[in-house]
């Protein structure tokens, strides 16, 4: 059984290029969260989307846009990048909207993107 | 301002030892506490998650406590296996939906032969 694939693992990019990232859920799941971890710290929350509606949104500008399509899998988006967008990209999936510590509804993370911009 | 964090920053063990690794956090409302794993190069695991009223968990060799009174939570490892070397985030959770995710920036442990 798949767990949260994302792609691509790894990518390279220059100043001012966009790039696009993709993660497919947890079959069944219908919520997906994107979050940024620069080396050496904890991942900081991108968004969140849920049955193709964003449903919350940390604190990132603009240039950091996403989608989910209907067979619940999502694309991140950022334009004009930047040295300091180099990270690591994950995505996660759950089952619903509800708070995503509640019982059942676990947060299972991809492998994640790694973003260097040169 | 909610904030998490961990010490310590990095740790060396032999295996077969035992270690302990804190977290402090300054979240408010408080919701939960969720430990994870993170191997290098790959997505955070969950460990185990406590909820206000539990005081301590076990998973395996893994044992959560929580201190909700001054905030603090520990993760003991048990008899370390060389499998163990990762980053172990602590991630607090407020009321309010994922913006109120509060990831600590990690500990990572290393366990040596």
């Known amino acids: 059984d798949a767990g949260v694939t994302q792609s691509p693992t790894h990518l390279i990019k220059t100043r001012g290029q966009q790039v696009t990232l993709r993660c497919s859920p947890i079959?069944?799941?219908?919520?997906v969260s994107w979050y940024q971890q620069v080396l050496g710290q904890g991942p900081q929350f991108i968004f969140q989307y849920y049955e193709k509606e964003e449903r919350g949104r940390g604190n990132f500008p603009d240039r950091f846009s996403a989608r989910q399509f209907p067979n619940y899998s999502s694309e991140l988006n950022v334009n004009a990048l930047l040295l300091g967008d180099s990270a690591l990209y994950l995505c996660?999936?759950?089952?619903?909207?509800?708070?995503?510590?509640?019982?059942?509804?676990?947060?299972?993370f991809g492998a994640g993107s790694r973003l260097t911009v040169l | 301002k909610n904030q998490v964090e961990q010490s310590p920053q990095s740790l060396i063990i032999l295996e077969g030892k035992n270690c302990t690794l804190q977290?402090?956090?300054?979240?408010?409302?408080?919701?939960?506490l969720r430990w994870y794993k993170q191997d290098t190069g790959r997505g955070p695991v969950s460990l185990t998650i406590?909820?206000?009223?539990?005081n301590t968990k076990s998973n395996g060799r893994y044992t959560a406590t929580l201190d909700a009174d001054t905030k603090q939570s520990s993760l003991h490892i048990t008899a370390s296996q060389l499998s163990d070397s990762a980053s172990y985030i602590c991630?607090?959770?407020?009321?309010?939906?994922?913006?109120?995710?509060?990831f600590g920036a990690g500990t990572r442990l290393a366990v040596h032969p």
């Open positions: 991630v607090v959770s407020g009321t309010g939906g994922y913006n109120k995710l509060i």
């Open positions: 406590m909820t206000f009223s539990e």
């Open positions: 079959s069944g799941h219908k919520s």
């Open positions: 977290c402090n956090y300054t979240v408010s409302p408080f919701s939960n």
């Open positions: 996660a999936s759950s089952l619903e909207l509800s708070h995503p510590f509640s019982g059942a509804n676990v947060l299972t």
